[in-house]
């Protein structure tokens, strides 16, 4: 199995930073993406980010020029520093990755951290 512990939400002011991590531990042989969704309250879940394991990304419109996913391969970890926010960027933000394991190829989740950008 694949597990996922984020860090790094709270309380920001509007125009403020934050800095997200997500680490995946357990018997990993491959990871082939890591990235971060968000679900902000009444809302569906959406795409934040993602970044390949190759180094590629791809970002939601809205956080472009805002937001930066990285990734470290050794540490199985993926960041996402986030600036200038919004208080339409309040959500709980998850991680997740798609991993090959003893399980075969799957997708985990993270259990979420909230973000919340006062005006």
């Known amino acids: 199995q694949v597990q996922l512990v984020e860090s790094g939400g709270g309380l920001v002011q509007a125009g403020g930073s934050l800095r997200l991590s997500c680490a995946a531990s357990?018997?990993?042989?491959?990871?082939?993406?890591m990235g971060w969704y968000r679900r902000a309250p009444g809302k569906q879940r959406e795409l934040v980010a993602t970044?390949?394991?190759?180094?590629?990304?791809n970002y939601a419109d809205f956080v472009k020029g805002r937001f930066t996913i990285s990734s470290d391969n050794a540490k199985n970890t993926v960041y996402l520093q986030m600036n200038t926010l919004k208080p339409e960027d309040t959500a709980v933000y998850y991680c997740?990755?798609?991993?090959?394991?003893?399980?075969?190829?799957?997708?985990?989740w993270g259990q979420g951290t909230q973000v919340t950008v006062s005006s």
């Open positions: 357990g018997t990993i042989f491959s990871i082939n993406a």
């Open positions: 970044i390949t394991g190759g180094g590629g990304t």
């Open positions: 997740y990755t798609d991993a090959r394991s003893w399980a075969g190829r799957r997708e985990y």
